[in-house]
Nanobody, 120 residues
């Protein structure tokens, strides 16, 4: 059974930091790139970041570039998103996803999401 379980969300003041974690199981972790997406209330789900499992390259949306860092631990089958200098506009449900590659529009598997709320 495929599972992607996010954790680490919460309420934080603007300027603060959070580290999201995503634990994966039930599929061949190294065969997928891992991405983070977010969905704010009333808005579409947007891509945030991706890390390639093949070469370790990382990619970021302009909105988080310089503030967020994605990382992966293949031994633990986990992916992380360190978020710094958080802004109220970062408030959203954050989802991790297993994707065929960081340049693919396809989504292999979704997690259930974790809420991040940034107060001003």
């Amino acid at each position: 059974q495929v599972q992607l379980v996010e954790s680490g969300g919460g309420l934080v003041q603007a300027g603060g930091s959070l580290r999201l974690s995503c634990a994966a199981s039930g599929f061949t972790f190294r065969s997928y790139a891992m991405g983070w997406f977010r969905q704010a209330p009333g808005k579409e789900r947007d891509w945030v970041s991706c890390i390639s499992n093949s070469d370790g390259r990382t990619y970021y949306a302009d909105s988080v570039k310089g503030r967020d860092t994605i990382s992966i631990d293949n031994a633990k089958h986990a992916v992380y998103l360190q978020m710094n200098s958080l802004k109220p506009e970062d408030t959203a449900v954050y989802y991790c996803a297993a994707v065929p590659s960081c340049d693919s529009d396809l989504i292999g598997f979704w997690g259930q999401g974790t809420q991040v709320t940034v107060s001003s």
